[in-house]
């Protein structure tokens, strides 16, 4: 198993699938193998994870503190 993974490294990898995507859905659902709701679905999914990893990185140094607190009983 790999080691542990930076927020940068998993914003980019996020980025790159999402790339990924938007050039394997259209085709998809042309070809008829998924519906167009579902992909928009899909795509709505994975830009939330996307967003998430962001705001994680935004507060990072506020969620360590948080987690540290409470790991000392001081939260």
């Known amino acids: 198993m790999a080691g542990k993974i930076s927020i940068i490294g998993q914003i980019a990898e996020i980025d790159r699938e999402i790339r990924l995507r938007e050039q394997v859905y259209p085709r998809q659902v042309q070809a008829g193998k998924i519906k167009k709701e579902e992909a928009e679905m899909l795509m709505s999914r ?3 994870v996307r967003a998430t990893l962001f705001f994680c990185q935004q507060n990072e140094t506020a969620i360590r ?3 540290a607190a409470k790991k000392t009983g001081a939260a």
Do not use: R, V
């Open 65 to 67: 503190e948080y987690i």
């Open 46 to 48: 994975i830009q939330a």
